[in-house]
């Protein structure tokens, strides 16, 4: 089956700082999302992206499905991104591992 | 309601015992899955159902696991005879169809003694 790997697997950060999380993924697919987890456990979906470039906020993401990749940009990072960050293609109901991120005041 | 909603949101069982779980999926999705959540893990695909089409059950770790989706809407997991390494939390999700955006409910956590 089709294989999602994420980096970087954990990710510490200052607040107010940048970041780029990476979805790789090894197949063609027709859809992709991102979610967030927050430390509760509940997944929140951030984007529906399975090409193209999106935003909302302070988030943003983009999908070169050509080139099997996406990548999710957290800009003037806050303490409430903390989490985990998942990405998932549909083709296959394939997760990544997902991205730990610890923002720190 | 407007999300997914799933119950109970906790579950404590002894092993060998047989639990339920409940999923009512976002009114007019006509695609459900379930998946599950070790302790600091990513998401298992356990099992999906689209319409009514036969559910793809390729995700199901045993024989001990069955879901069943009662009407094209609310879906019940049936553990079998638990186990310890059931303990997990086990999350639904529906969409509009099969391959669009998917919506999680809170999960259940679930603790075999």
């Known amino acids: 089956g089709i294989q999602v790997e994420q980096s970087p697997p954990d990710l510490i950060l200052q607040e107010g700082a940048n970041s780029t999380l990476r979805c790789n993924f090894s197949?063609?697919?027709?859809?992709l999302q991102w979610f967030h987890q927050n430390p509760w456990g509940q997944l929140i979906n951030l984007f529906y992206?399975?090409?193209g470039t999106k935003q909302n906020g302070r988030l943003s993401a983009t999908t070169v499905a050509t080139e099997r990749y996406s990548l999710l940009y957290i800009s003037s990072s806050q303490t409430t991104d903390s989490g985990v960050y998942f990405c998932?293609?549909?083709?296959?109901?394939?997760f990544g591992a997902g991205t730990r991120l610890t923002v720190k005041p | 309601g407007a999300g997914v909603s799933q119950s109970p949101s906790n579950k404590v069982t002894e092993k060998g015992k047989d639990v339920e779980l409940r999923c009512d999926p976002i009114?007019?999705?006509?695609?459900l899955y379930w998946y599950r959540q070790s302790l600091g893990q990513g998401l298992e695909f356990l099992i999906y159902?689209?319409?009514?089409?036969?559910?793809?059950k390729s995700g199901l770790p045993s024989d001990r696991f069955s879901a069943e989706r009662t009407g094209g809407s609310v879906s019940t997991l049936t553990i079998q005879r638990t186990q310890q390494e059931d303990s997990a939390v086990y999350l639904c999700?529906?969409?509009?169809?099969?391959?669009?955006?998917?919506?999680f409910g809170p999960g259940t956590r679930l603790t075999v003694l």
């Open positions: 159902f689209q319409g009514n089409s036969a559910p793809d």
């Open positions: 998932a293609v549909q083709l296959d109901m394939r």
């Open positions: 992206i399975p090409s």
């Open positions: 999700a529906s969409s509009l169809d099969f391959e669009n955006e998917q919506f």
């Open positions: 009114s007019g999705h006509t695609a």
């Open positions: 197949d063609s697919v027709n859809n």
